[in-house]
């Protein structure tokens, strides 16, 4: 990983915009972050996102979760006048992940084969499998009271916003034990198998070629003879909220214990991320998963999402700077060749380039 873009104090430095939201800007752009990133030859420079963006810069990168066509429209421009730059990501590659079918469609794609166990004599990432759990899309009310529609899932099911782009909306949810309680539920929504999984969910960060994989409490299992018995759904606006809130006495987590659940094989996850990555043509993502209690080595991607919370992660700062020391060091690497490819016309050099 590139410690620094180029040692020479007198390198042109690299200029980063970025254009958050007013939340994710304060809680991503630190002033830890702005001067680790300055001593690496590194400016973020914030973008006035009321100027057009071809009148601001130049930058050698666009760092940005904003929406809309207007704001794509920008993008598209200002990368035509300045096609070495590199925006970060592409909003064509973005939108995959704000439908919940086609986010995980990409996971279904990919070939779920075991990571080759002869480049460490074999262990468990050589064994692990993964893939996502049963699910399907319910676009109207008639088809959610159709009971041939759904006959397919087993209970309970976990109701999702069919739409997953970042609005508190999209991230209500409803684990719906019966049939009764589907009654309650709005379309468009995804109506995704709940697999029992030991109370915890592994969420994976990405950031280029970094992958940190970490343990957070999730929902409860649900024994299958206390379906009937049980209300006909609960809401919830994340699995960790509901984890948490539903839990209060803490007895649960401890029988649980958090703290001594194995983490994924590590090798297994950076296969799955890499695959993710090169698949989804996204560099900065989280991928949540899932350990299948009824088939210890089998792993299920329940969800992904685009530029998560890095902030919460210790040492982000450092983290992220590789991040953009790397990308920016392959762009410049990149520039030079086509610079002296200029006048090479098939393999053979220009005599008319001057």
């Known amino acids: 990983m590139a410690d620094e873009l180029n040692p020479s104090p007198a390198t042109t430095r690299f200029r980063i915009g970025y254009a958050l939201a007013p939340k994710k800007q304060q809680s991503f752009i630190r002033e830890s972050l702005i001067s680790l990133a300055r001593d690496r030859s590194i400016d973020l420079i914030k973008i006035d996102t009321v100027k057009p963006l071809i009148e601001q810069g130049p930058f050698d990168c666009v760092l940005h979760k904003l929406y809309g066509d207007d704001w794509k429209q920008q993008l598209a421009n200002y990368k035509y006048n300045h096609p070495n730059a590199v925006i970060v990501d592409a909003p064509e590659s973005i939108e995959r992940l704000h439908n919940r079918i086609s986010m995980l469609q990409v996971v279904s794609e990919l070939k779920a084969k075991s990571v080759n166990s002869q480049s460490n004599g074999g262990d468990d990432a050589a064994a692990a499998t993964f893939g996502i759990p049963n699910q399907i899309v319910i676009y109207d009310v008639e088809t959610l009271h159709d009971s041939r529609s759904w006959e397919g899932l087993k209970f309970p099911v976990i109701a999702k ?194």
């Open 161 to 354: 916003p069919l739409v997953a782009d970042g609005s508190a909306k999209s991230h209500k949810m409803s684990l719906v034990y019966n049939h009764g309680g589907l009654i309650n539920l709005k379309p468009p929504i995804v109506l995704q198998e709940f697999v029992n999984h030991g109370g915890v969910i592994f969420k994976v960060y990405v950031a280029g070629e970094y992958v940190k994989c970490v343990k957070r409490k999730s929902l409860p299992d649900v024994a299958e003879e206390k379906l009937e018995s049980l209300g006909g759904l609960v809401t919830f606006s994340q699995v960790s909220n509901l984890a948490t809130n539903e839990r209060t006495d803490e007895k649960y987590y401890k029988l649980m214990q958090l703290d001594d659940c194995e983490m994924p094989p590590q090798r297994f996850i950076n296969d799955i991320a890499r695959r993710l990555r090169e698949a989804l043509k996204l560099n900065l993502f989280n991928f949540d998963v899932i350990r299948d209690t009824r088939v210890g080595n089998r792993y299920l991607v329940i969800d992904i999402n685009y530029f998560p919370g890095y902030a919460k992660m210790p040492g982000y700062e450092n983290v992220m700077t590789n991040f953009f020391c790397d990308l920016l060091g392959k762009m410049e690497v990149e520039t030079k060749a086509n610079v002296g490819n200029e006048g090479v016309v098939d393999g053979v050099e220009d005599d008319n380039v001057e």
